[in-house]
C-alpha cells in the first residue's frame, strides 16, 4: 500500500469538494439577500414549454402555454431553489388542430380528467454559479396524466438585479430558467392510439422549457 499516494488523493479530493462548495455557494446577485418569492409571468418573458416527437413515420414539434408557477430561493444559494411549475394540456399545439384534438384526448394526455402537468421541485444539487448565473440539477415530483413520479432536469438559472432597465419588462428582480428533459408516455400510462406510439409519436418525449419571473409581482 503506497501512503503517499493514499494521502494525495485524498488531499486532492478535499480540494476539489472544497472548490466545488465554494463555487456553488457563490451568490448570484450582489444586492439581494434573503429568501426571494419569485412568480412567473409573461410580463417578463414568454414562459413555455417545446417538445419535440421523433418517431420513424413522424416528426412532430409542438408548444405548451398556459404556464404558471411560484418558486422561492435565496440568491445567496442556489441551491435553495424550491416551488411548483404547471401548463395546462389544454394549451398543446403541435401546428395541426385535428392532431391538437387527438393530444387533449381521452386516449392520450386527457385534458378533461387530468388538465394540469407539474413539476414540484424539492431538492436541488451539483449547483456552480459564475456571475449571475447557475447551472444544477433539480429533483421533483413530475406529475401527467394523473401519474407522479421522480425526475431530475438540468437547468440554468439567470438573477437579473432590479434596474432601471428591468423595470421596463416587470418590476423586482427578475429571473430566466432553461431546462432540458425527456418524459416517457409508457412511464405516465400515455398509450395513445393503438400502434401509434413508436411508429407515428415517439416513445420518448423531448420537452424544453423557458421561464421567467419577477420577485415584484
Keep these: 500500500m503506497n501512503i503517499a499516494r493514499i494521502a494525495t488523493a485524498a488531499l486532492l479530493v478535499g480540494m476539489m469538494a472544497l472548490a466545488s462548495a465554494t463555487l456553488s455557494a457563490q451568490p448570484l446577485s450582489k444586492k439581494a439577500r434573503g429568501a426571494k418569492t419569485v412568480k412567473l409571468s409573461d410580463k417578463v418573458g414568454k414562459n413555455q414549454f417545446t417538445w419535440n416527437s421523433d418517431a420513424p413515420l413522424e416528426k412532430i414539434q409542438g408548444t405548451a402555454d398556459g404556464v404558471t408557477g411560484t418558486l422561492t430561493l435565496d440568491p445567496t444559494n442556489a441551491a435553495t431553489i424550491r416551488g411548483t411549475i404547471s401548463t395546462q394540456v389544454a394549451t398543446f399545439k403541435s401546428g395541426n388542430n385535428m392532431r391538437d384534438e387527438h393530444i387533449r ?91 401509434t406510439i413508436g411508429s407515428k409519436v415517439g416513445e420518448m418525449i423531448s420537452v424544453k422549457a423557458q421561464l421567467f419571473g419577477s420577485t415584484g409581482l
Excluded: C
Design 105 to 195: 384526448g381521452a386516449s392520450w394526455l386527457d385534458a378533461a380528467q387530468f388538465p394540469t402537468i407539474t413539476f414540484a421541485i424539492t431538492s436541488v444539487s451539483n449547483v456552480t454559479v459564475a456571475g449571475n448565473k447557475a447551472t444544477g440539477k433539480a429533483t421533483g415530483n413530475f406529475t401527467m396524466h394523473g401519474v407522479t413520479k421522480q425526475l431530475t432536469v438540468p437547468f440554468t438559472l439567470t438573477y437579473i438585479d432590479e434596474s432601471a432597465v428591468s423595470r421596463k419588462r416587470a418590476p423586482g428582480d427578475l429571473i430566466s430558467i432553461t431546462a432540458e428533459f425527456n418524459v416517457s408516455l409508457k412511464d405516465y400510462n400515455v398509450a395513445g392510439s393503438r400502434g
